[in-house]
């Protein structure tokens, strides 16, 4: 299958490139952004060596109408969508942290309460809790941004203030506007019949000093959802749950021994196995949107973007 894993364009007033894990950003003149969502897979923040078809299109899909969803209460860097794997809109200054928040005990955390620990990121975690249990409230855990190859770290809210990297005034934004997304967030996935379990937020600065959403939101790369039904009786019976993220990704990949550590090999996929991880890309985006999802035209996917994109900034 075709995929899109990489990419060298060169867009009318072009100054700079970002490759990140997922996304590579074309900073342009007059301050904009290109950002072109690739097929790659990254997980526990490695990379993966081959794509997932049409990978691309979904997150982006997801991520541009969920910004259209919560622009009423947050702002966003979004202008446009050009093209499926595509998004433009204002450069930003990037806040170095990521801003976690969690409304069950799930993944990372539940891994860390598992290993006996009851402080995350400087906010406590109640004792007596399973796996998947509710919050009390949703906490807030922040991740500092790596480089890229490195793993993200876990951060208080202490130490970001008083390492100066996001100052008191701007936290307090982030924090509010983090626990505004998410409550949009919760109630747009109980519509579709969906827990929004957790996410993360990215922030920006704009030239004038606006604090507004980048990057994406509320897509299965940056979230996890579980289906609401039968959410209680597999909580009772201490059941798995049924859940939409790409937390299968890296549960096949913890059962093939491979969890980003130092010295271990990521795991073959099959072409089998890529086209599944693909068609439940498929399924998430059907489930989170409530839209069908139609695939774009992928047999030339560069040639596609560079045409769609070029178009859009000639006008």
């Known amino acids: 299958m075709n995929t899109l894993m990489s990419t060298d364009f060169n867009f009318p007033g072009q100054k700079s490139i970002y490759k990140g894990k997922v996304r590579e950003v074309y900073t342009l003149e007059n301050d904009v952004l290109v950002m072109v969502a690739t097929d790659r897979l990254s997980a526990f923040d490695v990379v993966m060596p081959k794509g997932i078809p049409y990978k691309g299109q979904i997150l982006n899909q997801i991520a541009t109408k969920m910004m259209k969803d919560t622009e009423d209460i947050v702002p966003n860097w979004l202008m446009a969508t050009p093209d499926p794997n595509v998004a433009v809109g204002k450069a930003c200054e990037p806040f170095k942290v990521e801003m976690v928040i969690r409304g069950y005990m799930s993944g990372h955390a539940a891994r860390e309460y598992k290993s006996g620990k009851r402080l995350l990121c400087g906010v406590p975690m109640p004792e007596g809790m399973k796996e998947n249990d509710k919050f009390p409230e949703p906490i807030i855990t922040p991740a500092t941004k790596a480089e890229k190859g490195d793993h993200d770290e876990d951060i208080s809210k202490e130490d970001i203030l008083k390492r100066g990297i996001v100052s008191k005034e701007d936290y307090e934004v982030l924090e509010k506007y983090t626990r505004t997304l998410f409550q949009r967030g919760t109630e747009i996935a109980a519509k579709r019949g969906l827990i929004l379990v957790d996410t993360k937020y990215e922030f920006g600065k704009t030239k004038d000093g606006e604090i507004v ?53 990521v795991p073959e996929m099959s072409d089998e196995y890529i086209e599944s991880v693909s068609n439940r890309y498929i399924e998430l985006y059907e489930n989170i949107t409530g839209e069908k999802f139609v695939k774009s035209d992928i047999s030339n996917l560069q040639e596609r973007i560079l045409s769609n994109v070029t178009e859009y900034l000639a006008k």
Do not use: C, M
Request: glycine share 10%; aromatic share 14%; charged share 30%.
């Open 213 to 265: 959403l980048i990057d994406e939101i509320h897509t299965p790369d940056s979230s996890r959802y579980f289906y609401a039904d039968g959410y209680e009786e597999r909580q009772a019976k201490g059941e798995a749950q049924k859940q939409l993220s790409k937390e299968f990704v890296r549960q096949w990949l913890i059962s093939n021994g491979f969890q980003g550590l130092k010295g271990q090999s």
